[in-house]
């Protein structure tokens, strides 16, 4: 993995600072900008192009969720893709799906560790979503909607309206079952496949075909990513 480079949107200039040092004692990634406020990181974004900006939802003069919208919509096929890591205290469901709609590719809480940032820098700068474990279960609620009325007999289904077209077709030809949305919440739950099997009444080998399924059905790379893609695709209630 090459040196991630990274910019810092933050209103709080100790929190600011702090984050500033944090990363910068860390090998291979490299802070090129920061800025107080949300037009300066917009011209931040713009001159610099990091492949992360770490952005505060409570920005003075622009939230940041507004900030990402923004930045994500001006973004050309042609430039580099920065990605968006949101930093907040706000655990809030409304802005949790606030964020992911704007454009955001992962979430933070602030009272994370600095092991647990990089760890978040890296895997959203290897193209995945970062979702904090401490709001992972606001996008488990998410994913859950009140299945159609069909056969008892067989595993209900859950209808998905995918917001991105890409996905559309794919979700729509094989939506998750209530069983993999089982297993899905007790994943990032932090369960093991043997815990989920005994849970789920069902045996360690049926719960790795689960998982298998679930990431199959939403592209997913890793479990984490499979929640977020979730969320993003339209399983919201």
């Known amino acids: 993995m090459g040196e991630i480079s990274v910019a ?3 209103d709080h200039d100790l929190t ?3 984050l500033k040092a944090a990363l910068q004692r860390q090998e291979g990634i490299r802070v090129v900008g920061e800025a107080a406020n949300a037009m300066q990181g ?3 974004l713009e001159t610099s192009k ?5 952005v505060d939802i409570g920005l003075p003069d622009m939230d940041g969720i507004e900030l990402t919208r923004r930045f994500k919509a001006q973004l050309t096929d042609e430039e580099p893709r920065t990605r968006v ?3 907040t205290m706000h655990d809030s469901e409304d802005s949790v799906l606030a964020a992911f709609a704007a ?3 992962s979430y933070c809480m602030k009272d994370i560790s600095t092991d647990r940032l990089v760890e978040a820098l890296q895997s959203t700068y290897g193209g995945n979503s970062w979702i904090d474990p401490a709001i992972a279960s606001i996008v488990l609620r998410q994913v859950r909607q009140t299945p159609a009325s069909g056969n008892a007999a067989q595993d209900k289904k859950v209808a998905i309206g995918a917001v991105e077209p890409e ?3 794919l979700l729509e030809s094989y939506p998750l079952t209530e069983r993999e949305l089982e297993v899905l919440e007790l994943i990032v739950a932090g369960c093991s496949n043997a815990a989920i099997a005994e849970k789920l009444y069902i045996t360690v080998g049926t719960v790795k075909t689960h998982v298998r399924n679930i990431l199959n059905k939403l592209c997913a790379d890793d479990r984490t990513q499979a929640a977020v893609l979730a969320l993003r695709s339209g399983l919201i209630g």
């Open 103 to 105: 454009g955001a590719d």
């Open 85 to 87: 890591l949101i930093l």
């Open 8 to 10: 810092l949107i933050e």
């Open 42 to 44: 917009l011209k931040l």
């Open 16 to 18: 600011r600072v702090g």
């Open 50 to 54: 990091p492949d992360i900006a770490i």
């Open 167 to 169: 996905y559309e077709q």
